[in-house]
């Protein structure tokens, strides 16, 4: 067992978290995480008020043990979501894109706040604007890192703010635990990895194919979702970098979003240009390929769908070849972590 500022800040046994994935991360998966003695998160940006509260309440009625859940800041609903957050008193509130004005009200019931960064720069920002700990998110990830990877860019955050620091991109193994720690991090949080693991969502042929990929099966571009991004390569995926600007899978897409969102037109035309005016705000171009990534994405999960649908992966499902429990894949990372350690110390002169 490893004693880490993240265990000691959180409550929890081990220093492994569950990224938050939108539509991924179910009450079941995430309380699975919990209930192994990791910190399970819920991504609520797909939801609305309603919803978020129920899935809170689902993961109380399922665990005891801390959890958090992730609001993209600039989405629709961002504050509505974040608002039954702290109503409920969920121990952890992680966010990205945006600055928490909630941290007080969080801190007030003895909640923490991690913000999600992937430039050194913004961790010192996050750090003063009242973040207890930060999400370093490496290149390597799936979805939305930059430029630098894990291996530059932890030690380098490590060097320059004195909070717990959960390593994020490439990891999913005992070995990258040891790693994450060596870097100057506090524990390391797991999407793909835990994507692929008996508790999750996600239909059989993307497991199957993440399974069967190697380090070299990912793509990173803007296309997919109008941000920088990696998914898994599927001939879909690859066609996507391919073509122009898809205006008509961007009005269906945004339709859908609409529809899953249960918005009003009026608050759906509202949510779009809050979204613009917000500091890390996009431009309409960006709102459209989000609509169209979600749909592809809504394709991969629940249908299966392998020649429409993309799958948003990261380069480590290269080392990934078993669906385990989640219980049984946090044990075992456990117990590689510390025989690395044991390991390296036996290299001393």
């Not at 750090?127 to 291996?151: F, I």
């Not at 999750?200 to 793509?219: P, W, Y």
């Not at 990696?230 to 996507?240: C, D, I, N, Q, S």
């Amino acid at each position: 067992m490893f004693k880490t500022r993240m265990t000691e800040m959180f409550g929890i046994k081990h220093p492994i978290m569950l990224a938050g994935m939108n539509w991924i991360t179910e009450p079941k998966l995430v309380s699975a995480v919990c209930n192994a003695g990791g910190l399970g998160i819920l991504a609520i940006a797909r939801c609305n008020a309603k919803e978020t509260r129920e899935n809170i309440r689902q993961i109380k009625d399922m665990t005891d043990k801390p959890f958090g859940i992730n609001q993209i800041l600039i989405g629709p609903g961002a504050k509505e979501n974040i608002a039954v957050a702290i109503e409920e008193k969920v121990p952890v509130i992680n966010y990205s894109l945006g600055k928490p004005w909630f941290v007080n009200d969080v801190h007030a019931y003895g909640g923490k706040v991690v913000g999600t960064i992937a430039i050194a720069k913004h961790a010192a920002k996050a750090v003063q604007l009242g973040c207890d700990a930060l999400v370093v998110t490496g290149n390597e990830a799936a979805a939305h890192g930059a430029a630098a990877t894990s291996m530059v860019l932890i030690p380098i955050v490590a060097s320059m703010v004195n909070v717990p620091l959960i390593a994020a991109g490439g990891f999913y193994d005992g070995r990258g635990l040891a790693a994450a720690l060596s870097l100057g991090a506090d524990g390391i949080s797991m999407g793909s990895r835990f994507m692929i693991v008996k508790e999750s969502m996600v239909h059989g042929n993307f497991k199957r194919l993440c399974i069967e990929a190697t380090e070299q099966d990912t793509l990173y571009s803007n296309v997919f979702d109008g941000l920088d991004g990696r998914v898994l390569k599927t001939e879909e995926a690859e066609a996507m970098m391919k073509r122009g600007f898809p205006l008509v899978e961007a009005f269906k897409g945004a339709l859908l979003v609409k529809k899953l969102m249960n918005l009003s037109l009026p608050k759906f035309f509202a949510a779009s240009i809050e979204m613009l005016r917000a500091e890390e705000g996009h431009p309409l171009w960006v709102l459209a390929r989000q609509a169209v990534g979600n749909m592809k994405h809504l394709k991969a999960l629940n249908d299966g769908d392998v020649e429409e649908g993309i799958l948003f992966a990261g380069q480590c499902c290269g080392g990934i070849s078993d669906i385990p429990s989640a219980e049984e894949l946090i044990n075992r990372i456990i117990s590689e972590a510390a025989n690395t350690i044991d390991k390296v110390s036996t290299l001393k002169s």
